[in-house]
């Protein structure tokens, strides 16, 4: 019995629960291979992964660890806790337990002889004193950024991912046909916040979503009911909400939701690691006959939005094929946010975080391909009055696209 077995049958013995989302060796092997050939054209020798999504999508395991990529050698993955379920998780080879980040370096120097040249690391999330701290571990590297190595890599969605994005499309399903069972007039936004949240964990929500930036906030549930919708604030999208308190200001405040209420509901649902990222309006009784109308818009933006998303196109012609289309709706006023302060995407990626590159943005020149994943949101925001609009997933095909999100496109009328 190999060390590896050993160790598996121990974490069987110790816990009977163990993960049934095993990313499988196959999907691994074919992650860090793109991972080398991006490093190798990047002239980077080696890269040192300490967030852990990154380190979840090219290793398979969570657990409190570090890893390390050269183009050399095998992938070294440091384990501080908890090795079993490491070794459990990962199909990788070397798995090495750790009781400190300070041991790696020397563990290095024993397997390989010695550093890669030129190290990449995450500029973008690793604060300053901790890579300050790695700059003297790991003395004498080159350190260049590797963000751009590690988002290109998780930007293309193999059929692996895809299906599982396709699973927790479903789970979101279930949860918004939930909502349509149980949006009530009388129930203050965070009061439903809660009902949706405890039925959400027993089909599988995590309960918790993975953003990457320090000053980015995840949220689960985004609810904006009559003129909560009509609130601009901090958040960096087209919608808001009120929250409860003024240090937390994003998504289901206080406020009651009544008859009649355009309701706007944003929910990001994340299972088995991945996330999906979906808005629809509801109303209890009536939809004002001005919110019916910008939300058809926005459903009428989000399908011809499709239909052009497309491998080879522009992401800026996207964004700027909405704002035209928006202006000739006589909505441009209203799109994407408040004059002065509107976003300046209409669409993210999404995957193992609930943001990821690449942007359909203003700006962005990138071209879509096949296997790119993004939460489209086209909205608009009535000043005092309500919010509108509708953000479907969209997955980029070897043609065209199709929608990963299997909610219906349609105001719901409860």
Not at 77 to 106: C, D, G, W
Not at 165 to 172: G, N, P, R, T, W
Not at 399 to 411: A, C, E
């Amino acid at each position: 019995m190999s060390k590896k077995q050993r160790i598996v049958k121990k974490m069987k013995m110790i816990d009977k629960l163990l993960p049934l989302d095993l990313t499988p060796e196959t999907e691994i092997s074919r992650r860090i291979k793109t991972l080398k050939k991006k490093m190798a054209q990047a002239g980077v020798d080696g890269v040192f992964l300490t967030h852990r999504p990154d380190y979840y999508y090219f290793s398979g395991s969570g657990q409190d660890a570090w890893l390390y990529v050269t183009l050399e050698y095998e992938p070294l993955l440091f384990v501080k806790r908890y090795l079993p379920r490491a070794v459990a998780e990962s199909p990788l080879t070397q798995i090495v337990p750790v009781h400190s980040v300070t041991e790696i370096p020397q563990i290095i120097k024993d397997s390989h002889g010695g550093f890669a040249k030129t190290m990449g690391i995450a500029f973008d999330l690793v604060p300053v004193r901790d890579f300050r701290f790695y700059q003297s571990l790991f003395f004498g590297c080159n350190w260049q950024d590797a963000t751009p190595l590690i988002m290109s890599c998780r930007a293309i969605k193999s059929e692996y991912e895809l299906a599982i994005m396709q699973d927790v499309a479903k789970i979101s399903s279930r949860v918004f046909d939930f909502i349509a069972e149980n949006l009530e007039p009388g129930s203050r936004e965070t009061d439903l916040a809660g009902r949706i949240e405890a039925f959400a964990r027993t089909q599988g929500h995590s309960g918790r979503l993975q953003t990457r930036h320090y000053r980015s906030v995840g949220f689960t549930f985004h609810i904006m009911g009559g003129e909560s919708g009509g609130q601009s604030g901090a958040l960096d999208s087209p919608v808001c909400g009120t929250g409860m308190y003024t240090a937390y200001p994003f998504g289901a405040g206080t406020r009651v939701i009544q008859k009649n209420d355009p309701v706007l509901i944003d929910l990001g649902t994340m299972a088995f690691g991945y996330h999906m990222d979906e808005s629809r309006m509801f109303v209890a009784g009536k939809m004002d006959r001005q919110a019916d109308a910008a939300s058809q818009a926005a459903i009428d933006i989000l399908f011809q939005v499709k239909d052009a998303m497309k491998p080879g196109v522009a992401m800026k012609s996207i964004f700027q094929m909405s704002v035209t289309m928006a202006n000739k709706r006589g909505y441009g006023e209203q799109f994407l946010g408040l004059p002065g302060l509107k976003s300046k995407f209409l669409g993210h990626g999404i995957g193992i975080e609930l943001v990821e590159d690449p942007i359909i943005s203003k700006g962005q020149s990138t071209v879509l391909e096949p296997g790119m994943v993004f939460a489209v949101e086209p909205k608009f925001i009535f000043k005092n009055r309500f919010a509108a609009g509708i953000e479907s997933v969209i997955q980029i095909t070897a043609t065209g696209s199709r929608f990963l999100s299997i909610i219906p496109n349609k105001v719901f009328m409860v």
